[in-house]
């Protein structure tokens, strides 16, 4: 079963705390990189945060800090631990797998990944 699930969104004051989840089938989470992207009202979907089979991460300049990339093998979950939220974080969130890229990431571009969840809607208020 090719699936990406995301859950853990919701509406937070600014500087609190969220963690999402990711909930990846066998062979969605069997793939060489996990990643996260957001996209807010009126702009383009970015990447956010990925981390590969071996857990090298890789994080936009924006979220350095303060967001933190993990994934649970046992549980084929993938995880985003957001802290210090501000404003400008409010998006949709969604996970994503990019399957073939010899154990490594590619880079955060959306393009590259090749499965997508549904998203979850991440609110910060200021």
Same mark, same amino acid.
């Given at each position: 079963?090719?699936?990406?699930? *995301?859950?853990?969104?919701?509406?937070?004051? &600014?500087?609190?705390?969220?963690?999402?989840?990711? *909930?990846?089938?066998?062979?969605?989470?069997?793939?060489?990189?996990?990643?996260?992207?957001?996209?807010? /009202?009126?702009? *383009?979907?970015?990447?956010?945060?990925?981390?590969?089979?071996?857990?090298?991460?890789?994080?936009?300049?924006?979220?350095?800090?303060?967001? &933190?990339?993990?994934?649970?093998?046992?549980?084929?979950?993938?995880?985003?631990?957001?802290?210090?939220?501000?404003? *400008?974080? &409010?998006?949709?969130?969604?996970?994503?797998?990019?399957?073939?890229?010899?154990?490594?990431? /590619?880079?955060?571009?959306? &393009?590259?990944?090749?499965?997508?969840?549904?998203?979850?809607?991440?609110?910060?208020?200021?």
């Amino acid at each position: 079963q090719v699936q990406l699930v *995301e859950s853990g969104g919701g509406s937070v004051q &600014t500087g609190g705390s969220l963690r999402l989840s990711c *909930e990846a089938s066998k062979y969605t989470y069997s793939g060489d990189c996990m990643g996260w992207f957001r996209q807010a /009202p009126g702009k *383009e979907r970015e990447g956010v945060a990925n981390i590969d089979s071996n857990g090298r991460t890789s994080y936009a300049d924006s979220v350095k800090g303060r967001f &933190t990339i993990s994934r649970d093998n046992a549980r084929n979950t993938l995880y985003l631990q957001m802290n210090s939220l501000k404003a *400008e974080d &409010t998006a949709m969130y969604y996970c994503a797998a990019a399957m073939l890229w010899g154990g490594y990431c /590619p880079d955060r571009t959306p &393009t590259s990944f090749d499965y997508w969840g549904q998203g979850t809607q991440v609110t910060v208020s200021s």
